[in-house]
């Protein structure tokens, strides 16, 4: 099964910066794409970046011009670069990765954003 090395988050102030990674092992085929999702408490899980495995990329309108996500196909890794972060980023940002036989999901990392 697919296995996730998620880290980067944290605690940063408003304004400041903070770049999340995710490593996907065990995959067997080639990937379709890698994305971010985040979840704020009381709140439901949304989308804030994809990024298909040719490069196309997608963002949340509330992240864009802030935040960027890249992959290194090599090593199925999805990375994402946040700046100008703001209170309302506060979540836990999930990692996942499309295949061929679905997608999988991350364990999360928290990412507080206060001053």
């Known amino acids: 099964q697919v296995q996730f090395v998620e880290s980067g988050g944290g605690l940063v102030q408003p304004g400041g910066s903070l770049r999340l990674s995710c490593a996907a092992s065990g995959i067997i085929f080639s990937i379709y794409g890698m994305g971010w999702y985040r979840q704020a408490p009381g709140k439901q899980r949304e989308l804030v970046a994809t990024i298909s495995r040719g490069g196309s990329a997608y963002y949340a309108d509330s992240v864009k011009g802030r935040f960027t996500i890249s992959i290194d196909n090599p090593k199925n890794t999805v990375y994402l670069q946040m700046n100008s972060l703001k209170p309302e980023d506060t979540a836990v940002y999930y990692c996942?990765?499309?295949?061929?036989?679905?997608?999988?999901w991350g364990q999360g990392t928290q990412v507080t954003v206060s001053s």
């Open positions: 996942n990765v499309q295949t061929p036989r679905g997608t999988d």
